[in-house]
């Protein structure tokens, strides 16, 4: 998990990072989580790979700053994929239980929010291009 959630994303960001300079333009997204801002029982691993992308996306956006790069990071809550089902080993039950009582996000509002935020500075309707999200 670590390597997934956390290395895999250094090393990547590390080697189009390069480009990105080269080109003075470009834009980083690190898919994290609300688990990374508030941790939970039973997420010790899950949720410290959160909080360690969320700080390296803050330091890569410091550390980018004057350049035309952007960073940002979206943090779903409680979003219906098949995660619950795997997590609980096949349960259809106990993954559905997951979101009872609740509107979960689905994998097209994540979509949806990733491209708001790359559709940044883009025409006059979007987000302004100095705006880090």
Known sequence: ????????????????VKGMMERNRGHIVNMSSIAGKEAYSGGGL????????DAYTTATRHELVGTNIRVTAVSPGAVK?????????????RADDVYKGIDPLTA???????????????CSCCRPAHVQM
């Open 1 to 16: 998990m670590i390597e997934t959630n956390f290395l895999s994303v250094v090393m990547l960001t590390r080697e189009l």
């Open 46 to 53: 899950y949720c410290g790979t959160k909080f360690a992308l």
């Open 81 to 93: 994929t098949e995660f619950s089902v795997v997590r609980f080993k096949g349960d259809q039950q």
């Open 108 to 122: 097209a509002d994540i979509a949806d929010n990733v491209m708001y935020a790359l559709t940044s500075g883009q």
